[in-house]
């Protein structure tokens, strides 16, 4: 599976820390859509980047990393298609896939360690949608 990463300079850490994990423990193919370094960028390029991939099926999902998450969350909702959810809990990266069939997941890297990000990850990409009543909710999106 493709899956599309990208961050900000405060991301730029766990991404790298995650960039091993996701390929070898979770078999993605990753498109890493930068940032590169921990200079300082503005979040919303690497967001819109991102969000495009996944808007136009060139990834299947997309991991975005920012300071809070709630940048690059904003940023990638105002893509047609993209379900972007914060999550810095496993339980809400769940119930993100189950009930709200999220394809991007957004990460706080301030507030999450690389062990929380991995057990995060595993369990978004471990949970799959419920449809049903959720589906109907979804569709009024």
């Known amino acids: 599976m493709i899956i599309a990463i990208a961050c900000d300079h405060a991301g730029f ?3 790298e820390n995650l960039t091993p ?3 070898s423990e979770l ?3 990753l498109i890493d859509l930068g940032t590169n370094s921990p200079d300082s960028v503005d979040y919303p390029d690497f967001a819109h ?4 991939k996944v808007e136009h099926n060139e990834a299947a999902f997309g991991i975005l990393i920012c300071g809070s998450g709630n940048g690059v969350c904003i940023t990638a909702n105002k893509h047609k298609g993209v379900r972007a959810a914060m999550a810095w809990l496993p339980e809400i990266a769940t119930l993100a896939r189950q009930h709200n069939d999220a394809n991007v997941i957004c990460l706080p890297a301030r507030y999450i360690s690389t062990t929380d990000a991995e057990a995060i990850l595993k369990a978004f990409f471990s949970a799959t949608f419920e449809g049903g009543r959720h589906e109907r909710r979804v569709e009024k999106i």
Do not use: C, D, I, T
């Open 13 to 15: 850490e766990l991404k």
């Open 21 to 23: 994990f996701l390929q």
């Open 49 to 52: 980047a991102l969000a495009a």
């Open 27 to 29: 078999g993605f193919k």
